[in-house]
């Protein structure tokens, strides 16, 4: 079994980028997040989602422990239950700052270390926790 140092390396948390409307419909009042496309590598390693809402906002704000991972229609997506509600991150938001837009276009990896200390969307894919 790995330590929760090795552990916390590997990624287990999907950051997914969402208009406001669909953050506070879905994400916030059905506890859920559907139509993710996700990696088959990862399926069974996602702990977490965080959501990364686009402009006006530009930030990481919220995450939710993922209970289960279900398919979602026919084109290869995914629908994520949460096991809890989402709760905002530690940091109150993690800020876009340097990183380009593109960067959160679409379902991105981290770890759930880095969520919860990041200053900055570019720390959430860096090589330091």
Same mark, same amino acid.
């Given at each position: 079994?790995?330590?929760?140092r090795?552990?916390?390396k ?9 208009? &406001? ?19 088959? !590598?990862?399926?069974?390693? &996602?702990k977490y989602? =965080? ?12 995450y =939710?422990?993922v209970?289960?991972?279900e398919?979602?229609?026919?084109d ?10 989402a709760?905002?991150?530690?940091q !109150?938001k993690?800020?876009?700052?340097d ?10 990896y981290?770890?759930f =270390?880095?969520?919860?200390?990041a200053k900055?969307?570019a720390?959430?894919? !860096?090589?330091? =926790?």
């Amino acid at each position: 079994m790995p330590s929760q140092r090795e552990s916390s390396k590997e990624p287990d948390t999907v950051i997914v980028p969402a208009e &406001i409307e669909s953050f506070e419909k879905v994400f916030l009042g059905e506890d859920c997040r559907y139509s993710i496309r996700i990696s088959g !590598g990862m399926l069974d390693k &996602i702990k977490y989602i =965080a959501v990364y809402q686009k402009a006006p906002v530009s930030a990481v704000t919220h995450y =939710a422990p993922v209970d289960r991972i279900e398919p979602y229609g026919e084109d290869g997506k995914y629908k994520l239950i949460f096991s809890l509600k989402a709760r905002e991150v530690p940091q !109150g938001k993690i800020p876009l700052g340097d990183a380009h837009p593109v960067t959160v276009m679409g379902p991105k990896y981290t770890t759930f =270390a880095k969520l919860i200390t990041a200053k900055q969307v570019a720390d959430l894919f !860096g090589r330091s =926790a």
